[in-house]
């Protein structure tokens, strides 16, 4: 029994069999973090009824294939990893290398979640485009810290309601775009469908810009129609780069005038707040007019002097020796406006006259400078005359002259026709100057030489007339007074020639027909008492103060008439002398 009792055996307990498993993990892809540096691994130990979770450095474990990008990667326990378990259970409990190193693990990377944006585009309207033709669309897509822009073009976008006009129009991603946006994105990134499918964008089709301008017009002065009330006021309106225009009318409601009035002048306008809105109107939603661009237009109403016909009057005067045709008064000038006729009366200053003189004659003359000034300053402004050459006449008429033809011629009888001298008669005039005579300026008034004893009527003769008018230019010779102008053929002394046709009777009588004049009997003077003259030239004159006559004819005559006398004395006393001897 000691022998037995000194018996030992040995008891083993050997370790039990411990379990492990790695655990699996993942984290989002950031495009830095490796699989490797994933946190939070641990190996799950079971050792009977309880599991003890161990927590894995990176020295712990391995990852085959290691990298950032999204995807499951494979790690197993590193030598350190192994040996860090098998302590961590203890003698009490077997965890086997080869088991150990059969153990796996899964890290996985998963896409980081991101987000895409539509952006805005806009292009000015052109009448072709439509919006979904429109250029510069992307899609934003952001990944990670960047961001990339997928250009669109018109397959890639949905427009509702698509068109070329003028407006915002909304846009979304066709199925192709979806995906070409997904596959922009790559593996490490994700984009859902249904997020892509609400993104929306706007098309802005802006209006083009338009331009405008205003013109300019004219009209007459009438003394009603105010600047703001002209007709052919317009605005045009250029369109597609002044390509194309439209007209719009401009009424009075349209534009404001600086200082509207009726007189004449130039007047400037702008567009009221009624004629940019037409305007506008007129441009339509397609097309853009700049508020500040109208606001600034302006344009020029011109109202324009009325024509008026203007007329000078023609002007006379009798001549005076003195005053010329550029002095004449009641020269005038007279205007037909519409209210009635307007005279202004016209001076030497104001009138230019071809030349000028103080004759008689017939002047031409036309409004000088000042004449054309004056007529201006008294129609005003509003009034222009038609025309400034206007010629009038300003005639200068003769003075009316009486003359008076005088003087006694006489002459013994001969039997030869009388001849008239010019140095027995004067012709004075009522302003007292005279003419010199010629011969051939005299005649007898009934126009036959007298051969018999007689007084005859002198006047002045056709050619005389016309002679002596011709030295008096600017008078009218008027009312000759001719009855103190006598020729007279008086009997020579001595009896009385034998004409066989009668009888002397010793008586003193002769009882026969004498073919003269009865010796001692004088005619009474026939002939017309004075003479008018109704012939004038405009040829300067220069009057000669009246004569006093021939003294040396006069005294002659009167010796003539003495001899004559004595003769007549001596031949009567020898007729008597013979009587008695017989």
Known sequence: ???????????????????????????????????????????????????????????????ANDGVNVGSYQYTLTATGIAKLQQAVGSNYQLTVSELAKLTGNINITPATTTADLNDGSFMYDGQ?????????????????????????????VVADDGVNVGSYHYRLSTDAITKLQQVAGPNYQLKVDDLAALMGIITITPAEGTATVNDTTF???????????????????????????????????????????????????????????????????????????????????????????????????????????????????????????????????????????????????????????????????????????????????AVLSGQLSGMQQKIYDGQPGELNAQHFELIFTDGS???????????????????????????????????????????????DTQQAVFEIVAKSGPLPDTGTGTDTGTGTNTGTSTGHETGKVPSVTGRPSQSINQQTPVKTTHQLPQTGDTSANDLSIVGLILTSIASLFGLAGVRNKKRSE
């Open 220 to 398: 007459v002065y009438d003394g009603r129609t105010r600047a703001s009330e002209a007709s052919g006021l317009n605005g045009v309106v250029y369109l597609s780069r002044g390509t194309a225009r439209l007209t719009v009318a401009l009424t009075t409601q349209d534009i404001v005038v600086d200082g509207d009035n009726t007189t004449t002048g130039t007047y400037h306008y702008h567009l009221s707040h009624s004629g940019i809105a037409k305007l506008k109107a007129a441009a339509g939603t397609n097309y853009a007019l700049n508020e500040t661009d109208l606001n600034a237009l302006t344009g020029t109403i011109t109202i324009t002097p009325l024509t008026v016909v203007a007329t000078v009057n023609n002007g006379h005067f009798q001549y005076d020796g003195v005053t010329r045709a550029s002095q004449a008064s009641g020269l005038l000038v007279t205007v037909q406006l519409p209210t009635g006729a307007q005279t202004v009366a016209l001076t030497n200053a104001d009138i230019d006259v071809a030349n000028d003189s103080v004759n008689v004659g017939t002047y031409t003359y036309r409004l000088s400078a000042s004449g054309i000034a004056k007529v201006m300053v008294a129609l005003g402004p509003n009034y222009q005359i038609n025309d400034t050459t206007m010629n009038g006449t300003i005639t200068i008429t003769p």
């Open 129 to 157: 485009t439509k919006a979904s033709q429109a250029q510069g669309l992307t899609a934003v897509v952001k990944l990670g810290d960047d961001t990339t822009s997928i250009k669109l073009d018109a397959s890639d976008i």
């Open 434 to 480: 005279h003419i010199i005579l010629e011969d051939s300026d005299l005649a007898f008034a009934d126009g036959i030489a007298p051969i018999v004893v007689g007084r005859y009527a002198v006047t002045l003769s056709a050619g005389g007339l016309k002679r002596i008018q011709a030295l008096l230019p600017n008078y009218l010779l008027e009312n000759v």
């Open 1 to 63: 029994a000691s022998e037995l009792a000194k018996l030992t055996g040995a008891i083993t307990i050997t370790p039990a069999e411990g379990a492990v498993n790695l655990s699996d993990t993942s984290f989002v892809y950031d495009g830095k973090t490796k699989a490797s540096q994933a946190q939070g691994l641990t190996a799950n130990v079971t050792v009977g009824n309880e599991t003890v979770p161990l927590t894995l450095a990176p020295a712990d474990f391995v990852v």
